[in-house]
């Protein structure tokens, strides 16, 4: 029997279904180009290979393709029948998340991974920001993801996407000295990771060095296909830093170019509407001009891509679409209608937009204020919640509170604070 990069037996009589088959978990752990294709290789030399049906049902997955997922998973079950042990439990495992059942699916997670420590596939759902821990709502889930990938150090350990993502879980929990030596480690062995790209733009985010972090993400690009999954996400860490320094003009060429709806060719619609949502409000708090028609633009995109609530993260970074564009039946529906595990997060932080778009400047900080408990259960990076940090900032600076402001960002963010004296 044949066996995956990680010693998983694959249940596939395929020599050449198999080396596909790692091929395409190889482009989906690197976030590269083109995860379909060596999944659908492996299936052409082996229809019946049901776990390159699963890892095609996640590698679209990934890119939002959430109709191609349920059909590539739907496959993966009707295959299943003299599989492992292992592909039948993973099998499960993303029948339930790709069907919307998050609880259940990282119910199983762990169950799955006490019996097949290795199994990088399931592993890979519940580690990242975005995975079934990063968007489960509960309170201490950055402690929760590291403690979920500290199990797993004994069984992955050196592995190059391993390493990318347990220095995320270091970085988010301000461990970033001990996350870069990791993401030195991850580079060395695939320097093509864009996952690992993506987490030394967070420690240097973290860390306040803009200057590497711009220089680093832009050499790295050149080389990095427009049509992978990370994309447009690594161009606004970049088009963040632009702004953050000034450069105005490169903020809105790199937007332009890979961000926007327009522009991003293979981002996930969840990507897409917090970046260009989050780019334009941060830009408008710092004293440039938005144009209307570009928040009706994305205002439009949230309201087709997520005309339901239930993802607060989603419904945040909506919420201030909607304000800014003046679509108050859009807002309201937010406001009203909030749904999924965070939910009660999500009104206040909405209605805190709301107030900002009207130059409600204290009614916004109140608002605000009452969300900030515990924003990490809206889910997310450090650094993306940080939308609601400036925006609390921004409210206080409006109303010449600058001394309380500045008090405030120094115990929360100290890498933001020199912005608000």
């Known amino acids: 029997m044949f ?20 091929r395409g978990l190889d482009r989906l752990l690197a976030g590269q180009a083109d995860m379909d294709a060596p999944f659908h290789q492996a299936l052409e030399a082996d229809p019946g290979f049901a776990a390159a049906h699963a890892g095609l049902a996640r590698a679209r997955q990934t890119v939002g393709d959430m109709a191609g997922a349920q059909q590539a998973i739907a496959a ?6 003299g599989v ?33 420590p290795r199994d990088v596939v399931v592993a890979q759902t519940s580690s990242s920001i975005y995975g079934l821990i990063g968007f489960s709502g509960q309170a201490g889930r950055e402690a929760q993801m590291l403690a979920f990938l500290s199990r797993l150090a004994p069984g992955l350990g050196d592995d190059w996407w391993f390493l990318s993502q347990y220095a995320f879980a270091l970085c988010e ?18 320097p093509d990771n864009a996952h690992a790209v993506h987490v030394r733009s967070h420690v240097s985010y973290e860390a306040g060095d803009v200057a590497n972090g711009i220089t680093f993400l832009r050499d790295w690009l050149r080389g990095y296909s427009r049509a992978g999954v990370m994309h447009g996400h690594l161009s606004w860490h970049q088009a ?11 903020m ?21 509407l917090v970046d260009t949502a989050s780019l334009l409000h941060r830009a ?24 339901k609530t239930g993802n607060a993260f ?36 909405a209605s805190g937009f709301q107030q900002m778009a009207h130059a409600n400047w204290g009614e916004a900080a109140r608002h605000l204020k009452r969300a900030m408990a515990d924003t990490a259960r809206i889910g997310g990076s450090r650094a993306q919640r940080d939308l609601v940090e400036h925006s609390l900032l921004a409210c206080l600076m409006r109303q010449g509170e600058t001394a309380h402001a500045h008090d405030l960002a120094a115990m929360r963010r100290p890498v933001i604070a020199e912005a608000y004296t």
């Open 84 to 116: 492992t042990a292992r592909e039948t439990s993973q099998i499960h495992m993303l029948s339930l998340m790709i069907g919307g059942k998050g609880a259940e699916a990282l119910e199983a997670v762990y169950a799955h991974m006490d019996q097949y």
């Open 76 to 81: 993966a079950r009707e295959v299943a029948g």
């Open 173 to 190: 929990t301000g461990q970033l000295a001990r996350a870069e030596a990791m993401i030195d480690a991850s580079l060395a062995t695939n």
């Open 240 to 250: 963040l830093w632009m702004l953050q320094t000034g450069d105005v003009a490169g």
């Open 314 to 349: 989603v419904d945040m970074h909506a919420a201030v679409a909607h304000a800014m564009a003046g679509d108050a039946e859009a807002l309201s529906r937010i406001i009203s209608q909030p749904a999924g595990p965070a939910a009660d997060l999500v009104p206040d932080i």
């Open 284 to 307: 408008e708090m710092a004293g440039v001009e938005v144009p209307r028609d570009r928040w009706a633009a994305i205002s439009r995109f949230a309201a087709k891509a997520f005309p």
């Open 3 to 22: 066996t995956d990069r990680y010693d998983n037996p694959l249940t596939t009589g395929s020599e050449r279904a198999a080396q596909m088959y790692q």
């Open 252 to 272: 809105w060429a790199l937007l332009d170019d890979a961000v926007t709806p327009e522009a991003a060719e293979c981002g996930a619609p969840l990507s897409v």
